[in-house]
């Protein structure tokens, strides 16, 4: 089994930053892309930041040069971080972070997983 937990998430006013983190935990062989995407009321989930193992990161067109995407691949912590900065109201939304793992049950294909989403709130 493999869980993501993510943390970081709040309130916080027009221009300000949060850091969004997420661990992955359980029968781990190996953790590929990391990414983190979004949902505000009435949208579609979208993809906010990914990054490779190799650690190539791709950003969408309206956080690019504000966020950060990153990882720490030590086996204590294996976790995708989500650095934000001059935040805009339009950031709100629920940030779920995913990856795609391999493990002893998926060790040719590897499966996603997701975190339980946490609340990002941009108050003007």
């Known amino acids: 089994q493999v869980q993501l937990v993510e943390s970081g998430g709040g309130l916080v006013q027009a221009g300000g930053s949060l850091r969004l983190s997420c661990a992955a935990s359980g029968s781990i062989i190996r953790i590929n892309n990391m990414s983190w995407l979004r949902q505000a009321p009435g949208k579609q989930r979208e993809l906010v930041a990914i990054?490779?193992?190799?650690?190539?990161?791709?950003?969408a067109v309206s956080v690019k040069g504000r966020f950060t995407i990153s990882r720490d691949d030590d086996r204590n912590k294996n976790t995708v971080y989500l650095q934000m900065n001059s935040l805009k109201p339009e950031d709100t939304a629920v940030y779920y972070c995913?990856?795609?793992?391999?493990?002893?049950?998926?060790?040719?294909?590897?499966?996603?997983?997701w975190g339980q989403g946490t609340q990002v709130t941009v108050s003007s």
């Open positions: 995913n990856a795609h793992i391999t493990t002893p049950t998926y060790y040719l294909s590897g499966r996603d997983y």
């Open positions: 990054i490779s193992s190799g650690g190539t990161t791709n950003y």
